[in-house]
């Protein structure tokens, strides 16, 4: 399978620190207590960007024209459980105007299947899809 793309980052801190990306493209300083970005923060926009991706494939191999208003938001909670051990708990809200609800559900469906980012955490986060 040839690769289509390699993106390294680094941070020095940890979730107080600063982070950014070997091309330079993202710098950022975490704050763990507010005042600034956290992981959970990249994680959202870059799944949103990743799963709208695949909605777009999925809809053009289906033949299916997407509105240009759609939309995918990402809420990523950050959980600790009662032995200090964190998890995360994801759901993806897409918006799909002018497309019927269970079509719209089937390609959400499907576009859970070749999203990479889905793929990645796949039994291991639990993730909620809904369309609204």
Do not use: W
């Amino acid at each position: 399978m040839p690769i289509l793309a390699t993106i390294s980052g680094t941070t020095t801190g940890g979730r107080d620190g600063h982070g950014e990306t070997s091309d330079g493209l993202i710098k950022a300083d975490f704050k763990s207590k507010g005042g600034g970005p956290t992981p959970e923060h990249f994680f959202a926009l870059g799944y949103s960007a990743c799963f709208g991706s695949a909605l777009s494939g999925v809809s053009r191999l289906k033949k299916v024209q997407l509105p240009a208003d759609f939309s995918v938001t990402v809420k990523v909670d950050l959980n600790v459980g009662d032995n200090h051990d964190y998890s995360l708990i994801v759901e993806l809200q897409v918006k799909l105007p002018g497309i019927e609800k269970s079509q719209a559900e089937e390609l959400v469906k499907a576009a859970d299947q070749m999203c990479p980012y889905s793929k990645a955490i796949r039994g291991n986060v639990p993730v909620t899809l809904t369309v609204l």
